[in-house]
Nanobody
């Protein structure tokens, strides 16, 4: 089992920044960790991912250049730095983990966190 706990969400004005954290416990060896988000009335969508071994990252086009995903191997924590936020970024952000090597954009993660709310005011 893998437990994922998100933190760092909140209310921020447009143009502002936030940093989300995802702490991993339990089975700490996973292939990759990523972030998804779900806005009201919309489907959950991929935001970014990072592979633990090697640090390869991937981003959705909507956040490329504004969001940065990173990892702290020693503390089994993944971060998502959100910059230049817009109201369209308002959503619940979920941390997720893939256990086995997978094409991350096509295979659903095996584990999910509870989510953290990000609200961007205009």
């Amino acid at each position: 089992q893998v437990q994922l706990v998100e933190s760092g969400g909140g209310l921020v004005q447009a143009g502002g920044s936030l940093r989300l954290s995802c702490a991993t416990s339990g089975r700490t060896f996973t292939y990759a960790t990523g972030w998804f988000r779900q806005a009201p009335g919309k489907e959950r969508e991929f935001v970014a991912s990072i592979i633990w071994s090697g640090g390869s990252t991937a981003y959705d086009d909507s956040v490329m250049g504004r969001f940065t995903i990173s990892r702290d191997n020693a503390n089994n924590t993944v971060y998502l730095q959100l910059n230049s936020l817009t109201p369209e970024d308002t959503a619940v952000y979920y941390c997720a983990a893939w256990v086995l090597p997978s094409p991350l954009r096509r295979v659903a993660p095996a584990y999910w966190g509870q989510g953290t709310q990000v609200t961007v005011s205009s």
